[in-house]
């Protein structure tokens, strides 16, 4: 680790950006499907949308839960498989596969072809924010777990205020499959940016399969994982649907999806900063207050987003409430395993997208079903109570475990 001490302080922050930049690019492959979803399902089901456009979107909306299910596989898979490799290496294989997967997304010539290479896409996402939040958390210094992972997903969230609006504008107006290589060329520069920038980082002594298989068998990473995943889906069945939601129930242009994308993003900005910002001091605190906002968010988006201002402020505090649970869930699960790190990380990574999975599938579901475009706002409320609760089981068992450590 002397290396990294003897760094000055413009190379790590020149360092820790090359991380965040991969945090960007995935940030525009995750959420740009959620704004082009009506673009995508023209082109790849033209029949289903002919006859129904409403069940044509939610049939397109499994484009979305195919990644998040590569997410869910590949996550804890190359903890395990990667766990002796040096962090920056695993970094940049990461973002190799990413790059690949990316294209062949866009050059996918079937609906069924682009959900496969859609799954593959997802299989790098888990651990690169775990390896790459480490990495950065190791170039901070100690104690830095909850704010390392907040600057890598600093760069999701700045996707979410630039990019994916920008790169939204370019799928509607040059087709969706040039955004996506859009999407992989800056896959491409992040790697080129990591090979470049970042130093290698020595992986932990005491790191092996076995230790982070074992992670798996604590009560308290499963019950924490289920909360990350339930809690966290409703955003996700928000987020999902909100260009329908803005041109269909606030009645307003496509022109004007992007720039509710900005104002989710900004929020998502907020949200992400607050929460690096303070679970490293208050876990506990954050993720209470995070859920009750993410609740209040998505009950005052569905009751006012046929107009403008409610889509508008609705979305900003979807994003800033649910981002803020991010970093803290993360330090979270890397603190009820301790000595599995990469798996703490990933299993986060994991819960994040069963939470996008089941988000996008039951936000379809209810659509589908005839409910309205603003009905999975109203199941997020459910998901983000039933959440709630779950943290405060979990934060209940550790006050409990306490007294019994002492005696």
Not at 6 to 11: G, I, S, T, W
Not at 186 to 198: E, G, K, N, P, S
Not at 255 to 261: A, E
Request: hydrophobic share 55%; aromatic share 8%; glycine share 12%.
């Amino acid at each position: 680790m002397e290396s990294l001490n003897l760094l000055n302080r413009r190379k790590r922050l020149v360092a820790l950006l090359a991380l965040a930049l991969g945090g960007v690019a995935i940030g525009l492959t995750e959420f740009v499907a959620m704004g082009l979803l009506p673009e995508m399902t023209r082109d790849l089901l033209p029949d289903v949308w002919a006859r129904t456009p409403e069940t044509a979107v939610a049939q397109t909306g499994w484009v979305i839960t195919a990644y998040a299910m590569g997410v869910v596989v590949g996550a804890p898979l190359i903890a395990v498989l990667a766990v002796r490799m040096p962090r920056k290496r695993l970094v940049l294989s990461l973002l190799v596969l990413f790059t690949v997967a990316t294209v062949a997304s866009a050059l996918a010539p079937t609906f069924e072809t682009v959900l496969a290479a859609r799954f593959v896409a997802g299989i790098p996402h888990g651990a690169y924010f775990g390896a790459a939040g480490l990495l950065a958390a190791a170039l901070m210094g100690p104690g830095n777990e909850a704010r390392g992972f907040a600057i890598v997903l600093g760069g999701l969230t700045l996707a979410n205020v630039a990019g994916v609006p920008a790169i939204t504008h370019l799928g509607q107006t040059s087709g969706w499959r040039i955004a996506y290589l859009v999407i992989a060329a800056v896959f491409l520069l992040t790697t080129l940016a990591v090979l470049a920038l970042v130093p290698p980082v020595p992986t932990p002594v005491q790191g092996s399969p076995a230790a982070e298989l074992r992670a798996l068998g604590r009560p308290q990473v499963w019950l924490v994982a289920v909360t990350a995943a339930i809690g966290f889906a409703g955003f996700f069945a928000v987020n999902t649907y909100i260009s329908p939601v803005t041109t269909e129930v606030a009645g307003l242009s496509t022109g004007q999806v992007p720039w509710v994308l900005v104002s989710l993003g900004l929020g998502m900005t907020v949200g992400n900063a607050y929460g690096g910002m303070f679970a490293d001091r208050n876990l506990r605190g954050v993720v209470i207050v995070s859920f009750c906002g993410a609740i209040c968010s998505m009950a005052f988006f569905a009751d006012t987003a046929r107009t403008v201002t409610g889509v508008y402020i609705g979305a900003f505090l979807i994003g800033a409430t649910c981002l803020a649970l991010g970093p803290a869930l993360q330090a979270r699960l890397i603190a009820v395993a301790p000595d599995a790190q990469l798996m703490g990380a990933a299993v986060n990574q994991s819960a994040m997208n069963i939470a996008n999975s089941l988000g996008a599938a039951v936000g379809g579901l209810v659509i589908a079903r005839g409910y309205g475009y603003l009905a999975p706002a109203w199941t997020g409320v459910a998901l983000g109570v039933a959440g709630l609760l779950l943290a405060i089981v979990s934060f209940a068992l550790d006050r409990e475990r306490r007294p019994l450590a002492r005696t």
